[in-house]
């Protein structure tokens, strides 16, 4: 019998160019997380929950623990509410114009949270969850649970 040798192939060479590349990607990802200096700090962030009905907009009160994920693990404590009427923007096909009107019944809730969280040069989170502006996240109290968008963070 007689002994093949091996031969460099251009399909050799692309599965080493490919494996470089996930191994490049992935300490791009990874490495700076490791690097990072992460301390835990107290942060205030706001959360908008839209088009919410009265009773909701009065059973979130200052001083409840609240769950902000949706493991039950993280949370953070209310420190300030505030509501206003739900708002709108209607098309008046008469003028053709846009205006804001207000939705009967429903309120806009305003609520500001105070978690223990990683700060990092990279982001913020409380346990498994980011924290960032524009983040939906969820918020469940004693007797009322509903999703918002984070709106501010008070670092």
Request: net charge negative; glycine share 8%.
């Amino acid at each position: 019998m007689t002994e093949k040798r091996m031969r460099f192939t251009v399909i050799d060479a692309i599965i080493i160019l490919v494996v470089i590349a996930a191994a490049a990607v992935l300490a791009v990802k990874v490495m700076p997380s490791m690097l990072s200096n992460t301390e835990k700090e107290k942060v205030s962030f706001t959360v908008l929950i839209q088009r919410q009905d009265e009773s909701f907009a009065e059973a979130v009160t200052v001083g409840d623990n609240v769950t902000i994920s949706l493991t039950e693990k993280d949370g953070g404590v209310v420190k300030a509410v505030a509501s206003e009427p739900a708002k709108t923007l209607a098309y008046n096909s008469i003028d053709g114009t846009y205006a804001n009107k207000e939705i009967e019944g429903k309120y806009d809730v305003y609520v500001t949270i105070e978690a223990e969280m990683e700060v990092s040069e990279l982001a913020m989170k409380a346990g498994g969850t980011a924290v960032k502006v524009g983040a939906d996240i969820p918020v469940r109290g004693k007797g009322y649970a509903s999703n918002g968008y984070v709106i501010e963070i008070d670092g």
